[in-house]
């Protein structure tokens, strides 16, 4: 016999033998513990009680913190309990030490040996040892005997935090001597009791399975502490083994946790689910499943061991069942395994289970023809029970995952009763029908198991016998039971290799489209884990042959019909008047098969070209009838219920309706859906409920003169629900033109804007089209268009093309950018699709392209003109909404002051006095213009954080320059724009280098960052370098609109003064040199600027002339460098002033 065999089977027998004789804590008397029940323990024997001695002593002597009186009266029966018991005293003894000296003398120690090494002798606890630990403990005192018990348990704990995993077993007098265990125990559960900081308990289990009886300990531990019993469990658990067969100490380890388990069998299922969790001990978790199984053994049922296995085999966690499985690819790798090895166990009693089913009488005569003409319900084959039917098909699947999944081997025995079980002839029910189909399945999956011409007999009788009997099956269980045509088939198939008519028959025979159409249809929460990637492979099954020697092999996908009858009653795209003959989970899983299906239809294209296969896309028709928006947020709500379904159509979502998932319309979901509309709703009144849509109508009807009544049915509006809603739109919508004309209350227009809202969390795609074509301009004589979901996919700049009024009402206008920034999205995955689903319809390479090595260029070409289409579409919808926010000429008339955000902020600040006609007028920050512009610069900055690249190329388009004092300080995110404005200024047109300095000079008082300040340095050379080659005329076209740049440089960067003093004075010289042969002598001008450079504060007075600010001196030249140099002048009286007065 093998060394390793002999050591194996001689640490077992140590395992088994060195606790047989000791007594452990019963059922019984732990239960009374956990609740302190004092009637119970005073009926335990001495033997029991004095296990648990040291918990009900320190219960007696301790100042309780329950001072109840029925309490003191326990306590009372405590006292009488113990005052007979002899060994009271000597635990009282042990309580009367100073444990706070104890505990200061380990911590030195604990320090010491940390110092020393691990392996020190010394020993501040216990110091001159004369005898050995028995006799030291014999002979000592409680003090003593309590420093002893610390010393030896530390020096363990100590090992075993060093030991980095390895098992190691300890020999110890004071834990192996069977005369002092109980004064040992006592000792070690006091200890534990007093000092938990230094002993935790978890600490204090894992060392005791490294010494001799160490189960035992452990249990009288944790029976005087009780309510640590799961804190023990999981912690050895957690810090066991993967595989606890594998060493001693696995099996040590299990065997401590099993003993715990019998000591409160009632926590014994909660410990095995602490090692499924954990994946560790897979040994233990069977072991605790036989004990569980043989205490509630039943007959006729599923027995728990069966469903425990099954569970882990074929459950959804790869880890567990990846887990489970080298436990029993391990447990068959041992040479001989002994009954002591967990998985002998488990195989025996599956076995057992087995063959306690099985007929007990069975002919051996096979059926002669002769007996063809007995009745169909009589059999010379003695069958299983009905009521074994269920638990004959749960052990036929768990030993197929046991030898599919496991690779579990039978023995001649197991294979010869699994045969056995196959062939029996069960009763016609469908249960039966399940289970002949079950045997039927292993055998082809295991056709090993058949090895002897007895057996191969004893198949083919039943297989006979399955074919005569499929008839009366079908007709008694009414269940179809074609045993002989899909035996016959396979058969046929299966001899000639004809794969893709086994793939037809298993299509046919199982009906995949309509059966998994059924499961869509009935599924209920919660969903099951498995029907997400039932769905994805049905949809790859759909694109994908299952055999390339026949491409047609695939299945068919469910028609629009079909989907549109899950959502019958849905009346007008979002409306959510569902039929509830099919629940919102069935609504939700046909949703996210077509999403997944037009994806996956998208992925494939060139692979389904190139196998010359189109399948059917859904039509835009149908999604439009589906309410996308209306299933996702009842998915937010049942998230638990789901598993990953919510998770899955937000992603779905995000790729292919984009616009469906801004983020504005998620925030304002959570508004609309949370505390403030319960409260709302709270003030619903019967009055708010009666408002007809037909009212409604009456009262927009009235606006002109009336206003009160639709103001009041609208506020009463608000306080429904998104659902409640839905019958009002076509009336809100349709009413929009008339809130446009002059003197509509304010709060009308926002209160419909705020309807609009809500409805938009529930019906966006059939909102949006409603609003886009009731805001159409009305010309006279002329039939409006009315647009349809796809035109505006196609082209999202018809949104502003609405009427001239809106862009002038803030509440209407940002629902028009709402519905812009959907669009924008739409289009891209619009024409992103659109791309994939016509590759198959563009020529061949080999047509288009005639150079070799450029096959690729095709798919570059279209997907670059696919993003200049978007880029030019967004870069027009940016064009028109900055050309918005300009004055018109008639705003203009009227006073009202084109300037910025910036510059009219500026003047509120540094206003001390109030102005009336700021106040009565437009032309101030409260006006329609000023909210418009404001609603704008929020969706250009959304843009441009987005997408850059719209910012950089509106800005290399320019636009007119009175707009950047808005731009930049209503756009957060303009200071993007340094990071391309050197490349602006190196254009060569110049009107985009005035305009990248003009910006610039924008940007500096915005942002003076020394980003910025390099930008300033760079366009002050650039211009010091256009000096010197532009000619006079482009000189003046240059210079006079981008000179009062240099002034916001120098308000911006200080340091950048002396470089742009130096650029005006060698500008007003190159201009001074070119009408020097003129009559008028400009020289005086270049004189006083040079003096100005010199010497600023002698000409600060002269600077606060009004005649220097504004630029009256001089100016009757119409000479180009005379006005120029003029200009000069002002741009550096500015810069005096700004810099004396400190600005």
């Known amino acids: ?227 640590s019993f799961n804190e023990v469990c999981r912690g050895l658990i957690k810090n066991g083994e993967r595989q606890d067969e594998e060493s001693l100490g696995g099996r040590r380890r299990t065997d401590a946790l099993r003993f715990l388990c019998k000591m409160n069998p009632s926590q014994a299922l909660k410990v095995r689910g602490m090692v499924v969790e954990e994946c560790h001990l897979p040994g233990l978790g069977v072991a605790l499943t036989l004990d569980h199984t043989k205490n509630e053994a039943c007959e006729d049922g599923v027995s728990d061991l069966v469903c425990f296995v099954s569970g882990l085999l074929l459950g959804t966690n790869a880890k567990v069942r990846t887990w489970f499985g080298t436990f029993i690819r391990n447990g068959q790798q041992r040479k001989r395994e002994t009954s002591s090895s967990v998985l002998w166990q488990m195989r025996r009693q599956l076995l057992l289970e087995l063959m306690g089913i099985l007929p007990t009488v069975r002919s051996t005569r096979i059926v002669e023809e002769a007996d063809v003409d007995m009745e169909p319900n009589v059999s010379v084959y003695s069958g299983l029970k009905e009521e074994h039917v269920v638990k004959a098909s749960a052990l036929l699947r768990l030993y197929c995952a046991l030898m599919g999944i496991a690779g579990l081997k039978p023995t001649e025995e197991e294979a010869e009763q699994l045969l056995q079980l196959m062939t029996s002839r069960p009763p016609a029910t469908p249960a039966g029908v399940r289970f002949v189909s079950l045997s039927f399945c292993m055998l082809l999956a295991f056709s090993t198991l058949v090895s002897t011409p007895e057996q191969e007999q004893l198949m083919v009788v ?125 609504q939700l899983l046909v949703l996210y098969y077509i999403l997944s299906y037009e994806e996956a239809l998208l992925a494939n294209t060139k692979t389904l070209a190139a196998m010359q296969r189109k399948p059917k896309s859904y039509s835009s028709s149908l999604m439009d009838q589906i309410p996308i928006k209306f299933l996702i947020r009842q998915a937010q709500g049942l998230q638990q219920e789901l598993g990953g379904l919510h998770s899955a159509l937000l992603r779905l979502l995000a790729t292919n309706y984009p616009h469906l998932c801004i983020v504005d319309d998620w925030i304002c979901e959570e508004e609309i859906t949370g505390t403030d509309a319960l409260l709302r709703r709270m003030l619903l009144t019967n009055n708010a409920k009666n408002h007809s849509p037909k009212q409604l109508q009456e009262a927009f009807s009235a606006v002109p003169v009336n206003h009160t009544q639709v103001m009041q049915i609208i506020e009463h509006l608000t306080l429904l629900s998104a659902s409640e809603l839905i019958p009002y739109v076509e009336v809100l919508t ?279 300040l390099s930008v300033a340095r760079l366009a002050v050379n650039v211009m010091g370098t256009l000096l010197t080659v532009l000619t006079q005329a482009k000189r003046y076209a240059f210079f006079m609109p981008t000179l009062p740049s240099l002034v916001s440089f120098c308000r911006a960067f200080p340091p950048l003064y002396e470089d742009i003093m130096s650029l005006l004075i060698q500008i007003g010289q190159v201009c001074a040199s070119d009408v020097a042969t003129q009559t008028r002598d400009i020289d005086p001008i270049i004189t006083r600027l040079q003096q100005i450079k010199e010497k600023p504060s002698g000409w600060s007075q002269i600077c606060k002339d009004s005649s220097y600010k504004n630029g009256s001196r001089d100016t009757g030249s119409m000479d180009p460098d005379v006005q120029l140099c003029h200009c000069i002048e002002r741009t550096v009286i500015e810069i005096i002033n700004m810099s004396v007065s400190g600005i």
Request: aromatic share 6%; with cysteine; glycine share 4%.
């Open 734 to 1012: 349709s009413n929009m033109s008339q809130l446009l004309n002059s003197g509509v209350p304010r709060r009308i227009l926002q209160t419909v804007n705020k309807l609009w809202m809500v409805l938009n969390t529930v019906m966006p795609r059939r909102l949006w089209v409603m609003t886009v074509n009731a805001l159409q301009p009305s010309i006279k004589f002329v039939r409006q268009q009315k647009y349809t979901q796809n035109d505006l996919m196609i082209d999202p700049l018809i949104v502003l093309r609405c009427d001239q009024r809106v862009h002038r009402c803030p509440p209407l206008m940002d629902i028009t950018l709402h519905m812009l920034n959907g669009y924008l999205l739409a289009s891209k995955a619009y024409l992103s699709a659109h791309l994939k689903e016509t590759e198959q319809d563009r020529p061949s390479q080999n047509n288009t392209i005639g150079l070799v090595g450029q096959t690729d260029a095709p798919e570059v070409t279209r997907e670059e003109l696919k993003n200049a289409l978007l880029a030019a579409q967004d870069s027009a919808a940016v064009q028109i909404l900055l050309e918005i926010c300009l004055p018109t000429e008639e705003e203009k008339a009227n006073g009202v002051n084109p300037d910025s955000l910036l510059r009219n902020v500026q003047s509120v600040i540094t206003t001390s006095a109030p102005n009336k006609g700021m106040e009565e007028g437009e032309d101030n920050l409260l006006c329609n213009l000023r909210e418009v512009q404001c609603l704008i610069c929020c969706l250009l900055h959304q843009m441009y954080i987005a997408d850059p690249n719209i910012a950089k190329l509106v800005h290399f388009q320019g636009y007119p320059c009175e707009l950047l004092p808005l731009t930049v300080a209503g756009i957060p995110s303009m200071h993007i724009c340094l990071d391309f404005i050197p490349e602006l200024i190196a254009q060569p047109e110049l009107e985009k280098q005035i305009f990248a300095i003009q910006l610039l000079s924008h940007l500096c008082i915005q942002y003076a960052l020394p980003k910025s």
């Open 462 to 586: 039943w297989l006979s016998w399955m074919i005569k009997e499929e008839a009366y099956f079908e007709s008694t269980s009414g269940v179809s039971a074609s045993f002989g045509e899909m035996l016959l088939l396979v058969a046929m198939y299966f001899h000639s290799n004809q794969l893709s008519a086994i793939i037809d028959l298993v299509c046919s025979t199982l009906g995949m489209k309509d059966w998994i159409y059924r499961q869509l249809c009935e599924t209920s929460t919660p969903l099951h884990p498995q029907l997400l990637p039932l769905i994805d492979v049905y949809i790859n099954s759909i694109l994908t042959p299952a055999s390339k020697s026949n491409p047609e092999a695939t299945n068919q996908p469910v028609t629009e019909q079909e989907i549109l009858n899950i959502f019958q009653g849905v009346i007008g795209g979002d409306n959510i008047r569902l039929n509830q003959r099919f629940s919102i989970t069935a």
């Open 1 to 227: 016999m093998p060394a390793s065999l002999l050591l194996f089977i001689d640490q077992q027998t140590v395992i088994m033998t060195e606790c047989t004789s000791l007594q452990f804590v019963s059922p019984f008397a732990f239960e009374a513990m956990q609740k302190v029940d004092v009637v119970c323990l005073a009926s335990l024997s001495d033997p029991e009680l004095r296990l648990l001695l040291p918990c009900l002593v320190r219960m007696a002597l301790c100042a309780p913190a329950d001072q109840s009186q029925s309490w003191a009266q326990d306590k009372k029966l405590i006292l009488r309990l113990l005052s007979g018991v002899e060994a009271v005293n000597s635990i009282v003894a042990l309580l009367s030490v100073d444990f706070h000296a104890l505990e200061q003398d380990a911590s030195k120690e604990q320090q010491l040996r940390h110092k020393l090494g691990g392996g020190s002798g010394e020993s501040i606890l216990v110091s001159q040892l004369q005898h050995g630990l028995t006799l030291e403990f014999e002979h000592s005192d409680s003090p003593r005997r309590l420093r002893l018990v610390l010393s030896e348990l530390l020096a363990i704990m100590n090992k075993v935090s060093e030991s980095n995993g390895e098992f190691f077993f300890k020999s110890s007098e004071l834990f192996e001597s069977p005369v002092y265990l109980e004064e040992a125990a006592d000792v070690l559960c006091i200890l534990q009791a007093e000092l938990p900081s230094l002993l935790p308990i978890v600490d204090v289990a894992e060392a005791l399975l490294h010494v001799r009886n160490g189960a035992w300990f452990l249990c009288l531990l944790v029976a005087n502490v009780p309510d």
